[in-house]
């Protein structure tokens, strides 16, 4: 596999729903045996670009599911009920929960997790978006720290 198919797989891979880059980097310098700090770096970026969309879009996509079918509705307010059970420190901490939210590299906490409680929750963009950035840096830098010590 050449070294931009390695890179393109850590990239798709940091865009997906609960793999983020909590899964690309240690896929990246594992089994793709890439460098680390570019595989860090191209997951950060990778991990950010769906996260202003999300943001923005996923009120009006959860309105339409609801209208659109009884089963797609269910999924749209099951998905806004755990956003509110996550949020719930945002209540108290505002952007430094949502930071708090997103670094800490668990399953169901990321970016993608990060900007649906901002969405559901009503946070500006502006105040978000670097909250959910600095998270995915400081999850990106553990996930790296984990990965170098693990898997090299």
Not at 20 to 40: K, Q, W, Y
Not at 43 to 68: A, E, Q, T
Not at 77 to 99: F, I, P, W
Request: net charge positive; hydrophobic share 55%.
């Amino acid at each position: 596999m050449s070294t931009f198919v390695k890179y393109l797989c850590v990239i798709g891979l940091s865009m997906l729903p609960v793999i983020e880059l909590r899964g690309a980097v240690p896929i990246g310098v594992g089994p793709l045996d890439l460098p680390l700090i570019p595989v860090l770096i191209t997951s950060i970026i990778s991990n950010m670009l769906p996260v202003p969309f999300i943001i923005v879009f996923i009120r009006k996509i959860f309105d339409w599911m609801k209208n659109k079918s009884e089963r797609l509705g269910r999924i749209a307010s099951k998905m806004e009920e755990r956003a509110h059970k996550k949020g719930k420190m945002l209540v108290k901490y505002q952007t430094l929960g949502l930071y708090i939210l997103v670094a800490i590299p668990l399953p169901g906490t990321g970016a993608w997790t990060g900007a649906l409680v901002a969405a559901v929750f009503n946070l500006r963009l502006k105040n978000s978006v670097p909250a959910i950035f600095l998270g995915v840096i400081t999850a990106g830098i553990i996930m790296a720290v984990f990965s170098d010590v693990f898997l090299r």
